[in-house]
Structure formats: C-alpha cells, structure tokens
C-alpha cells in the first residue's frame, strides 16, 4: 500500500515504454536541488496539478460527506477502524491491498455498510475530501496529505509525519523523460500536470469503433487511461456501446468507419460518442500509405471538419481567453514549424521543377480527395475539383495559378483525379513534387475548399480564400466566399487560431519515446530528423498505389 520505495512523483507506466525512458525521478544519495526548487511554490503545484502517487489509477468511490480514510496493511488494521469509528460508518472508507485476507476484510466492511477499495488507486479524489487519513509510516498518502493539509495519523506506534522537503527535494532528481536532460521540481510537477489532463480526458473513453486494424496500436497509446485491461476494439455498432458502458464512458470512433446505428444503439443507452481525427501536424509520410500518426483529435461534440454542428475546436476557438503567455508559445511553434518547414505530412522537400513565373500574381489552388468528408460536410455546394478550379479562375481572372492535386490522389489510393488537359481548361500549371509547403512557399495567395492547405499557408502569411468553410474560415483571417459559419465570426488573431487548433485541441505522441508530449516535442523531432521506420505494409500500399496510377491513366 505504500510506493514500495518509489519518488512521491513520479511517471505513469506508460504501455510499451521502458522504465528508464518513462522515468521523471529518481532517488539519489547526491541531491542537487536547483535553484529554481522552492517548496512552497512546489507543493502549490502539486496541489494544483493534483499529481503525485498513483495519480493514473482508477478512480475509488468518494462519500458525499468529508470521509475519514483507512490505508490497512493488515487484517486487524480494519477491524481496529470498524470499531473505532462505528458511529461515522457512513463516513468511513477503508482501502485495502490486493492479499487473501483482503476479500474478507471487505466482505466485512460492506456487512458494516462501510465502502472500500482494493488495490491501487488514484489518492487524489479522496484525500481532497478527507477529514483525516490514517496510514502506516511510510504510505506515501501521508505525504499527499501534508500537502493538502489534511490532518493524518499513523496506524502504528506514533511517529512523525514525513519531511516534505527531503521527500520531495532532498532525496529525489528530476529528469526530462524526452531528451534525459536534468529538470528541476515544477517542471516535474508541469509534465506530470500534462500527462494527467490526458489520462483524464481519457476516461471519459470506453471503447472504440471503426478504427482501421492497423492503426488500434497506436489510438490505444494516445487514449490509454491507466486501465490494467486494453481498450476495446470493435466494428460493431452494439458490442461498442456495451463495453463503453461497462467502462463507465463513451465511444470513440473514426468518423469515415464510423459502424452502422452506432448512433442510435449509444442514444438509446446514453453512451456519448467521441469523434477521432488525424491532427495537423501528422507524421512523416502519408496515412493512405499506411504511416502511423504521431498526432491525433478527440473531439467530444462533433469534428473539426464539420460546419453543421459545433465541435471542440470551434467552441475553442469561440470561447477561449487566449493569455498572453499562450499566445507567445503559439507564435514561437508558429516560428519553428516555418523554419523547420514543416506540414502535416512532415518536413517540405526541395522541388527544382517549378515552373517559371509570368511575373503576375501567382495563386496556388488545392485540389482535395473529392469523397473526403471535409468536402461532403464543409464544400459548401462546390462539385469537386474541377469546379473549385473554375470558382478559383472566376475569382482570379488575371493571376497565374497552379493546381496541386492532392497526394493520396496522386498516390492512386483516392478519388479526384482531374485530368491534366481539363484542368489546364483553368489553370497555367499543374504542379506535382515536393511537398504542399514548397508550393505554397511560392506563391503570393492560396484558393482552398476546405483543406489544410488554407490553414498551414496562414502560417506562413500567405492570402487565403476559402470557397468552402474549414475550420479556419469565418474568424477574419481568410477571405470566404461561401456562406458564413452562425457560430463563427469572433475576430481572432492569428495567435490565437495556432493555440486553438495546433496547442490545445491535439494530442501528440513522442517518436522517440513513445510518450504524450507536447507539439514543440514533435516539431524538434521532425526538425531533426526523425523518420518512420519502413515497414512491409507501407512498401506494399506504396506498391500498390503505383499500380493503381498507373492503370488510372
């Protein structure tokens, strides 16, 4: 029942990554407090960020009332509290671990009407409303609640409560658990901050449904929870809603796959359904051609994509009091996704097949996968490439314009194929190599429907028109030529949109560690170098995307 000799903060253990790699501290008999460590500052932080002992773990049953809390090591510790406070039973909760006698303890307890918990479980929901906890010397809880201010007696002999100061910063180092490099007490405390809002977020999950096989790896590590059992995998619509429920939380699906009456099957239950995403900074390499995505969106009211209904991102971006300190960081990962020249689909290639320019205006149009449900939900009534050509020349009389195809239509593995001759009916070039980045690093304005295009050109200062209505359209930063978005229309800066979409809405997997991280994680990996591992299923869609090219042609 006690941290069996493990630092008070500490990682969770994160499925499929070392220890070591995890770890964010670590004993040591050569303390080296930063300067930076000061307790009163560290212990608010921790009081905040309510981390510290096994914070992942499940949650325990919490009494309506201040609960009086028992950590029994032994069989008699529980019936010496039973007896001791037979009067308050109603207030009395007694933890215990998971040994024979336990089962027995608690077959008790529950004939005494008094609730308990077995195992490991998460301190903080119930020592925040504790009146006093009882613990064996050593029980990390009697740390938490010093630091919560929670009054606290020993099971045993009577012994003084623990020093915070040595536990938390005499005889423990920190780390950064993505470059090892040392990390003083509350940047511990911020990281561990971090990973909780996820695990958090996280439990509201159950199940998940229409997820791609190749891909439920990798969603289990962005939506695990701390759970000891995995999460649960289905493209059945009623056996999706019947785990989440058991889980106590809703279903995740991947909009496209999303299983037949999955909608109606979680009504009629009241089990809310979350919707998945790539997010938009993605990985290196295309996800038609199988790469695995180091970032995803979890949207709980709809999908960014998505104009008939609000989701996450918009009610973000309507709402949030964007402070100044958030602001700063979004325009410096702003900074670094530019000069590292970063996208969606990894870092910009040099392409020396430009065409050369006219010398007039030159407008860059995306073309887009034309059954993408971007363009079924937010298209705005426009038919398809083609059509969004004939809209950008319409608009555009005298500019030079190129059209990109988009690249899983290009890597055959999509529809929206525009024949060359019929797109030159519009525009001077069709342009192919590189990357969309290096396109748009060309031009002096960018045409889009709904794609991403729009929003990384944004970035990189570049005029954007909208003829449909992306998640970017509609908040003064674009010029939009389809109806506008109800909900919309709070003027933003472009600060502000970057913290929205790239900083508080996706979750990040680290490439190197395999753990949540933060986007300026991501961007210096990518920055410097990291690469997906080829795999035979990507040299087989690779494959296979050629052929289909080649026939399509």
């Known amino acids: 029942m006690t941290s069996g000799g493990l630092p008070l903060l500490r990682s969770p253990p994160y499925p499929g990554v070392r220890t070591d790699v995890a770890a964010i501290s670590a004993f040591t008999i050569s303390p080296m407090p930063s300067p930076d460590d000061n307790l009163e500052a560290v212990v608010t932080a921790i009081r905040e960020a309510r981390v510290g002992g096994s914070f992942w773990a499940p949650s325990p049953p919490v009494p309506s009332e201040p609960a009086i809390v028992v950590r029994a090591e032994r ?104 470059d090892g490099g040392v990390a003083d007490a509350l940047k511990a405390v911020a990281q561990l901050a971090f990973w909780r809002h996820l695990l958090d977020a996280n439990r509201a999950i159950g199940a998940a449904a229409g997820i791609s096989w190749w891909k439920r790896g990798r969603i289990a590590a962005f939506l695990w929870t701390g759970r000891r059992t995995p999460l649960r995998f289905t493209h059945d619509a009623a056996k999706a809603v019947r785990a989440a429920k058991k889980e106590g939380g809703g279903v995740a699906v991947w909009p496209a796959r999303t299983p037949q009456r999955l909608r109606e099957e979680a009504t009629a239950a009241g ?16 996800g038609s051609n199988f790469h695995l995505p180091y970032s995803i969106v979890v949207d709980s009211r709809g999908v960014y994509f998505d104009p008939s209904g609000p989701s996450d991102l918009e009610t973000l971006l309507a709402e949030t009091d964007f402070t100044p300190d958030l602001l700063t960081r979004a325009e410096r990962l702003a900074l670094a996704l530019v000069a590292n020249r970063i996208s969606k689909y990894g870092v910009a290639e040099a392409n020396d097949s430009w065409p050369q320019r006219s010398g007039r205006k030159l407008v860059l149009v995306a073309g887009q996968v034309e059954d993408d449900l971007s363009v079924a939900t937010g298209g705005a009534g426009v038919a398809g490439n083609l059509d969004l050509l004939r809209r950008a020349r319409a608009a555009e009389p005298d500019a030079e314009i190129w059209f990109r195809p988009h690249p899983d239509v290009e890597a055959g593995h999509r529809i929206g194929r525009v024949a060359d001759e019929e797109a030159l009916a519009y525009a001077d070039h069709v342009v192919r190599g590189g990357t969309a980045i290096a396109a748009v690093e060309q031009v002096d304005a960018v045409h889009v429907l709904t794609s991403l295009i729009g929003f990384e050109a944004l970035l990189r200062g570049k005029p954007v028109v909208t003829h449909g209505q992306p998640f970017y359209a509609g908040w003064g930063l674009t010029t939009d030529l389809a109806p506008p978005v109800a909900r919309r229309g709070r003027p933003l800066a472009l600060a502000a949109l970057i913290a929205g979409a790239l900083i508080l809405y996706p979750r990040y997997l680290d490439p190197s560690t395999d753990l949540p991280c933060p986007p300026e994680v991501l961007l210096a990996r990518f920055a410097t170098g990291a690469r997906p591992r080829m795999t035979p299923l990507i040299l087989l869609r690779t494959l296979q995307g050629r052929i289909a090219r080649r026939l399509s042609r």
């Open 271 to 286: 089990v809310p359904v979350a919707r998945i995403e790539d997010g938009f900074v993605r990985s290196i390499g295309l």
């Open 75 to 178: 069989q008699r510790d529980v019936v010496a509290s039973l007896r001791r406070f037979a009067a308050e039973r109603d207030r009395l909760i007694i933890l215990v671990p998971k040994t024979r006698w336990a089962r027995k303890a608690q077959a008790a307890c529950r004939r005494a009407g008094v609730a308990t918990a077995r195992g490991d479980v998460d301190p903080w929901p119930l020592l925040v409303h504790a009146r006093l906890l009882l613990a064996h010397p050593g029980d990390e809880w009697l740390l938490l609640a010093t630091i919560l201010r929670v009054p606290a007696e020993t099971l045993a002999e009577p012994l003084p409560l623990p020093d915070l100061q040595h536990a938390l910063l005499g005889s423990v180092r920190y780390r950064d658990p993505y």
